[in-house]
Each structure stands twice: as C-alpha cells, then as structure tokens.
C-alpha cells in the first residue's frame, strides 16, 4: 500500500444526490491532489493543495467542491452531478508540490 | 506549455524478453519527468523519476529509464519481463521553470508480457 487511503472505493449516486469522497494520507506529506481518470483519457489534475491551501484548480465545474482541513485530509464535496462526471477519482500526497506523487486505490464513481 | 506522448497504446511482450515503453515530451525549460504504473482497481504507483544529473535513472522492480534531451524522450526499460509486470504505464512531466505545480500525464500504455 502506499499510505493514501481513500473512501468509498465505489459510489453510486443519482443526479439529484449529495456525497462525499474522502482521501487521507499517513505519510506526513504537505501536498495533496484531486484527479479524475476517465477511460481512454490522460488524466486529468482538478484541485492541489499544498499546506491545507488551494493553489491550483483546473477551471473544475462547480457541482465539485474540494475542502482540506488539515494537510492529512482531502474531501472532495459532490452535488447535482451528470453521467459524464461518471470515472474513477484519485487522490495523491506529495512530501511538496514538485515531488513525486503517491496514489490511493481511487474511488469509482457513477452517477445515474 | 507541457505535453507528453506516449505513441502506443499497447506494447506486448515475451515473458524474459526486454521491454520497453517510449516516451516523448515537450516543455518550454528543463523537464521533471516520471514514471508510473497502474495495476487493475488500483492508483498509480510511482517507478522512477529524472530530475537532473545522470541520463539512466533505476527505479522500483528493476526498470530503467533513459533521458535523451536531443530526442526529448524518456523510454522506460526492463531487461527481462515479468508476466507481473502487465499493467498500464504512464509517462508524466512536469516543465521546472514554468512556475506550475500541474504534473501532465500520457495517456497511458497497457504493457502484455505473454508467458
């Protein structure tokens, strides 16, 4: 395992509904990400945290809201989601920005 | 701008053969480049990286990967593959001096390391 925990692992939610995903890190790192990896697709960066501190976000619609209380979790806040948001979502840490990332399992979501 | 290509979608491989994933980049200043690989129903997981200094760069369960500024590409290696070794492999890149934190992924290639 690599220290990134994330949950759900799977998620099944109707357009109309509100969730969360959650991701934590035990590996004392200050930088924290959002990704979304869709198939066939690059993946694609949504939100970076570095020192509980939004510092990037990748013109991310709305309906997602990230939160991040503490440089050991990351939340990722969904509401009034479309089918096309449906993939699987991952979450990374990094010891700073620059460094090399490490991953969770990723949380596999589909909205009806 | 950064950009990363990763020219096949599939590599298959002989189970002992030596393989290799190519890689090629574009950055405006000097490039961080990494390797990751992604096994079924789980994250990335990092192999390596380049950051500067030796053009051969070792990393986890024996790859390699090989800088070549003049061919901005970054191959990764394995002298004798596993049929464990099957999975999905990213190439990423980040350009130093562009001032982004945002680490641009390939799309990926599914590597088969046929018994």
């Known amino acids: 395992e690599t220290g990134v925990t994330q949950t759900p692992r799977h998620l099944v939610m109707g357009m109309t509904n509100k969730k969360s995903l959650k991701c934590e890190q035990h590996l004392g790192h200050n930088a924290m990400y959002w990704y979304k990896q869709s198939a066939k697709k690059p993946l694609e960066l949504m939100f970076v945290?570095?020192?509980?501190?939004?510092?990037e976000n990748n013109s991310v619609p709305s309906r997602f809201s990230p939160e991040c209380p503490n440089s050991s979790h990351l939340f990722l806040h969904l509401h009034t989601l479309q089918p096309e948001d449906s993939a699987l979502y991952l979450c990374?840490?990094?010891?700073?920005?620059?460094?090399?990332?490490?991953f969770g399992p990723g949380t596999r979501l589909t909205v009806l | 701008a950064q950009s990363v290509a990763q020219p096949e979608d599939q590599v298959n491989v002989a189970e002992g053969n030596p393989l290799t994933v190519k890689c090629t980049y574009s950055v405006s200043g000097n490039p961080y480049l990494f390797w990751y690989v992604q096994y079924p129903n789980r994250g990335l997981q990092f192999l390596l990286k380049?950051?500067?200094?030796?053009?051969l760069v070792k990393g986890s369960y024996g790859f390699e990967a090989e800088f070549n500024k003049s061919q901005t590409s970054f191959h990764l290696k394995k002298p004798s593959a596993l049929v464990s070794d099957s999975a999905l492999y990213f190439c990423a890149v980040r350009d130093q001096g562009a001032g982004s934190y945002q680490l641009t992924f390939g799309k990926g290639t599914k590597l088969s390391v046929i018994p």
């Open positions: 990374a840490s990094s010891q700073v920005v620059y460094n090399e990332q490490f």
């Open positions: 945290y570095s020192l509980e501190e939004r510092v």
């Open positions: 380049y950051i500067t200094g030796d053009n």
